[in-house]
């Protein structure tokens, strides 16, 4: 299990509480064990009882908790339904706890500037990786060329 899974054990009721998340932390996912969920299901996500919630698609028994919901502490609400041709129903009801921390700069980006930043540090250590691979082939290709001459010398010196 990973440290961004929020796993969320069967038990006996329809309230489900997950361990404690850090503010500002994204890419956690919900994954329910032992229930009893179709292959698709919704989950939608609020942060407070009352008003709108924002949908998500959950697959095979995991969802993602969406990263804007945890700027703030306090507690996200996650509501699982399950829908057919003729019902949709709420089956569970799930809450995350969310500790509050210092933000991380003075002026805090929106979620979807922050998104943007995400997505270029990620991208430039795709980059560094990719790099360091080429680098260790490039480095084996040489000694395996190295190694060939050695062969090939020895054979000659016969």
């Not at 996200?76 to 089956?91: H, M, N, P, R």
């Not at 799930?94 to 979620?111: F, H, L, N």
């Not at 270029?120 to 990786?129: D, F, K, M, Q, S």
Request: hydrophobic share 40%; proline share 3%.
């Amino acid at each position: 299990m990973n440290e961004k899974e929020l796993v969320v054990l069967k038990t006996a009721g329809l309230l489900y509480r997950t361990k404690s998340i850090w503010q500002y932390d994204i890419g956690h996912t919900l994954r329910f064990d032992g229930f009893d969920l179709p292959d698709t299901f919704q989950v939608h996500f609020a942060r407070s009882l009352e008003g709108e919630s924002k949908t998500q698609i959950g697959q095979d028994s995991v969802c993602e908790v969406p990263a804007e919901y945890t700027q703030n502490n306090g507690t996200i609400y996650a509501w699982v339904y399950v829908a057919d041709e003729e019902t949709g129903l709420t089956k569970h009801a799930v809450e995350i706890p969310v500790k509050s921390r210092g933000a991380i700069t003075d002026q805090e980006p929106a979620p979807e500037e922050r998104s943007i930043i995400d997505q270029a540090i990620i991208a430039l250590n795709a980059g560094v990786a990719a790099a360091e691979e080429a680098a260790e082939r490039a480095e084996n290709v040489v000694l395996d060329n190295t190694a060939t001459v050695i062969e090939t010398k020895s054979y000659l010196s016969i």
